[in-house]
């Protein structure tokens, strides 16, 4: 699909409160947003809760721009501290909740209600960030001790860790399992993005993204992958968000780990921290920054001569009131754009394409 400048908007469908501290971070649950189940997401706060909102269709429309949202859920009284990041299972079945009071949890749905079915310990202090691979089976968490933990799902809501990733010197801000394969990506305080593989269930670095090969020279705050997992961008503390692809045309090692290249850098564009970046299915990059702005990046179809780059396609100069710290697109048929803030409050937004009227 082509995209042109000047030719959407962003509509803001409404902003759910209910948080009494920062919103860190935003999770849709990707068993949601089908013509059976409404889109449902979680949000998690620096008010130790997690809040689990989900889409009231109205009646007389199908379209999302005229639908509701609720507060399904409040998850609380487990954290004694930050709720920092959460994540949802691939089924949907279970959300993983990392906080700053060391642990994570698992909350499963039972019957309506959600309920804290198991409890991870080990990180020594904060835990930053938590996600599950494709298939549900690993689960992975990041934190302040500079280490990644990787856990293997149990039966009866047992994990078991299987692997301490020690390799970068400083913080780890975000972990990302792989669309499709079980290769996990770090990203860190210490400017580095960390791609680790199994080899004989023996984990390890297979690579390090940093600035001697075209890396970013400040903290890597997150990335994300584009719907094929070809392609990964990263965003950072430097001001830039880099593209990166991977290079299958030369297999490092027998168990076929691709590497990654640096393939362009979005620069000039922000002039703060830019926190968080998600890519959407339909090819939309979007990032969330400490300027209080949300950007959206397509790729320059035009201007290949120089090798791939992606032009500007929207800012919306003040979606919130403080930092932006997560920006995330919903799944299914139309996706919709949730974004999280500093300033306590989560905003579901529509890019909506100018000529048509429609979502894209």
């Known amino acids: 699909m082509e995209f042109y400048e000047g030719a959407c908007e962003l509509k803001l469908l409404q902003t759910l409160e209910g948080h009494t501290d920062r919103v860190w971070s935003l999770a849709w649950n990707p068993a949601t947003g089908t013509a059976e189940t409404p889109l449902v997401f979680a949000s998690c706060s620096g008010d130790k809760t997690v809040r689990i909102w989900e889409q009231n269709p109205s009646p007389s429309s199908s379209s999302s721009s005229h639908s509701s949202w609720n507060c399904k859920a409040v998850l609380e009284d487990t954290h004694t501290r930050t709720v920092r990041s959460c994540s949802w299972s691939p089924s949907g079945k279970s959300l993983a909740v990392a906080s700053f009071d060391a642990t994570t949890s698992i909350w499963e749905n039972v019957g309506g209600d959600f309920e804290c079915v198991s409890t991870l310990e080990g990180h020594e202090n904060e835990v930053k960030s938590v996600s599950w691979n494709a298939s549900g089976t690993l689960l992975a968490t990041c934190g302040r001790d500079k280490s990644v933990w990787i856990w293997e799902v149990q039966p009866g809501n047992e994990y078991e860790c299987v692997s ?18 079980d290769v996990l990506f770090s990203c860190s305080y210490d400017n ?45 503390d430097d001001l830039t968000l880099k593209i990166w ?5 030369s297999m490092q090692s027998a168990d076929g780990y691709a590497p990654w290249r640096h393939l362009c ?53 003040k ?9 995330q697109w919903s ?12 300033d306590g409050t989560v905003k579901i937004w529509e890019l909506a394409s100018l000529c048509t009227g429609n979502g894209y």
């Not at 692809?245 to 045309?249: C, F, I, L, V």
């Not at 949300?294 to 780059?309: N, Q, Y």
């Not at 799944?331 to 500093?342: I, R």
């Open 265 to 317: 850098t979005i620069t000039g564009y922000h002039d703060r921290t830019i926190f968080s970046v998600h890519w959407s299915s339909e090819g939309i990059i979007a990032s969330g920054a400490a300027d209080d702005a949300i950007r959206f990046f397509v790729e320059d179809k035009d201007g290949l001569v120089d090798g791939p780059s992606y032009k500007l396609l929207l800012k919306e100069e």
């Open 245 to 249: 692809e991977m290079d299958s045309t």
């Open 192 to 236: 580095t993005v960390k791609v680790w593989a199994d080899d004989d269930d023996d984990w390890q670095c297979v690579q390090t993204l940093g600035e001697p090969n075209n890396g970013h020279s400040s903290t890597v705050w997150a990335l994300s992958f584009n719907k094929t997992g070809d392609k990964m961008v990263t965003c950072s």
């Open 331 to 342: 799944p299914g048929e139309k996706q919709l754009l949730a974004s999280a803030s500093d």
């Open 319 to 327: 979606a919130h009131g403080m930092d932006i710290n997560s920006v």
């Open 164 to 181: 301490v990733l020690q390799g970068h010197s400083q913080d780890v801000k975000m972990v990302l399992w792989h669309p499709t394969l």
